[in-house]
């Protein structure tokens, strides 16, 4: 989606007015937290969500951060334990995302969670943020502020050189202090691991127990249980066809071709069509480019 130019503005009492409505018209802006600036979108709007993975030109769909602004908004979209409960009256607000399981219906797009039954939830301590969070009343999806395989950005400076034209606006807070992403602790089952080191010192037998897993590797990805093939114009017998654009399927990503519109319907159309009674999936020739690469990466992985 072509954005003309990325304007930069400080983050005060108007900025945040202007972030606000367009999160709301479901556009990605940029904000600071106190690890580093987060792409932030509205996590309830599937589409708004899809524009962040547009945006960073990111290949694949990661599951994302939803960014809230206490516990107890996070307990509406997760299921804490206690020691889910115990880590987030100590450090929230502050630079710890957690993942636990997500309580449905959470409201959250398919798409943050890349379909996975696990969420990552953080409450930030930055006032831009949480100023942010509260002007918007939505939870927040945020990845790092940077074009997919670049560093993270502490500066709007860092955020403009990486993402000019391809969002509407980054405000601009200064340099982050912490300057590195959160620290990342999976919390379920009664069981704590740390998936990513961060700012926050986690007892040790916690990482002894959990061994750290490289971002980006540590999650078993969504796959439907189900056969399934791609680049289909003509389901087979039994099977159900995920279609896009001129093929009309049992369910369709996108009537009109729409790559936004498709990311956004893609892991609730595979969960549709794995409930349903069809032995077997297909799914449309989706196009390669800008979004769409994401769309074929996942799909692949859900075929292999
Ligand atoms: O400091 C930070 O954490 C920044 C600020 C903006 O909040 N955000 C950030 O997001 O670093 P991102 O998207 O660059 O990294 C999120 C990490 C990814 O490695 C992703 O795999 C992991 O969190 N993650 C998210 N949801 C997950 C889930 N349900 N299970 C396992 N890992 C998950
Ligand atoms: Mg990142």
Do not use: C
């Not at 989606?1 to 709301?24: C, N, S």
């Amino acid at each position: 989606m072509p954005v003309p130019a990325t304007r930069v503005r400080p983050f005060d009492d108007a900025g945040i007015a202007e972030a606000a409505a367009l999160i709301l018209a479901g556009q990605p802006v940029a904000v600071p937290t106190e690890t580093v600036y987060g792409l932030a979108a509205d996590a309830t709007n599937g589409e708004a969500v899809a524009r962040i993975y547009a945006a960073k030109g990111r290949p694949s769909f990661n599951p994302l951060i939803v960014h809230v602004p206490d516990l107890a908004a996070a307990e509406r979209i997760g299921i804490f334990d206690t020691g889910a409960r115990a880590l987030a009256a100590e450090h929230w607000p502050g630079p710890l995302t957690l993942v636990v399981p997500l309580r449905e219906p959470s409201g959250v797009a398919s798409l943050v969670t890349a379909g996975l039954p696990t969420i990552a939830l953080r409450v930030p301590a930055h006032p831009a943020m949480q100023a942010l969070l509260q002007a918007t009343g939505r939870p927040l999806a945020a990845p790092s502020a940077n074009v997919s395989g670049r560093i993270s950005p502490t500066r709007a400076e860092h955020v403009l050189a990486s993402l000019d034209g391809r969002i509407p606006l980054i405000l601009d807070a200064g340099a982050t202090d912490r300057g590195i992403e959160s620290t990342i602790i999976g919390a379920s089952g009664g069981q704590l691991r740390l998936l990513r080191p961060g700012p926050i010192e986690v007892p040790d037998a916690l990482q002894v127990e959990g061994g750290i897993e490289a971002p980006g590797m540590m999650t078993s990805h969504y796959a439907p249980s189900k056969p399934l093939r791609l680049n289909v114009t003509t389901a087979e017998n039994n099977e159900w066809l995920i279609g896009f654009g001129p093929v009309e399927g049992t369910s369709t990503l996108s009537v009109t071709g729409d790559l936004v519109e498709a990311a956004a319907k893609l892991f609730a159309a595979l969960h549709e069509a794995d409930a349903s009674s069809a032995p077997r999936i297909a799914v449309a020739p989706v196009p390669r480019v800008g979004l769409g690469a994401a769309i074929n990466d996942r799909l692949q992985r859900a075929a292999a």
